[in-house]
């Protein structure tokens, strides 16, 4: 059955698959996610909410339309608090994994860190932002363009 429906695929007698899922979940396991690319952008985020967030150097967000993210499971898990004027933030109630990002400032966008995902999405990282709040004890030497000031997304001098 399966070999059949593979060659009819092959052949063209059946539909391509029009959407790409890409699972991810917490570090226990109890809440799990799914986007659906594509996805909208993929930065690095050097700001100090996101550092303290999730106890890095930087956190690689991972931008997508609220309709193609779907939660899978553990949605009684997920903790949400208000991270700034504008941003709530979540993070597993059961392993403290940090979990999504979501602004007023963008509706109908999530972010969801990178980390979280199992696998390839359909862009590698694009840029820094908030570049001038990194740490001094982490080299990047990329060749991604470098935003930050207030906004985190306006170019540095030099
Ligand atoms: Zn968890
Ligand atoms: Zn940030």
């Known amino acids: 059955m399966r070999a059949r429906e593979s060659l009819a695929r092959r052949s063209g007698t059946l539909p391509r698959m029009v959407s790409q899922a890409v699972a991810g979940a917490c570090r226990c396991g109890a809440v799990r996610l799914e986007i659906e690319l594509p996805t909208l952008f993929c930065a690095h985020c050097h700001c100090t909410i996101c550092r ?4 890095a150097a930087f956190v690689t967000w991972v931008g997508v ?18 991270s700034s004027e504008h941003g709530r933030r979540s993070f597993c ?3 403290g994994t ?5 602004t007023s400032r963008h509706p109908g966008r ?15 990282p694009q840029l820094h932002v ?13 060749a991604l ?8 997304l306006e170019p540095l001098e030099g």
């Open 65 to 82: 339309a609220t309709e193609r993210f779907r939660l899978r499971a553990g949605q009684e898990c997920i903790v949400w608090h208000a």
């Open 130 to 142: 908030f570049f001038d709040d990194r740490v001094p004890w982490v080299r990047v030497d990329d």
């Open 110 to 124: 999530v972010d969801v860190p990178l980390a979280l995902l199992e696998g390839p999405i359909d862009r590698p």
């Open 145 to 152: 363009p470098k935003l930050g000031g207030v906004s985190g």
């Open 52 to 55: 303290r967030q999730h106890g």
């Open 93 to 95: 109630g059961r392993c």
């Open 98 to 102: 940090a979990l999504l990002f979501e």
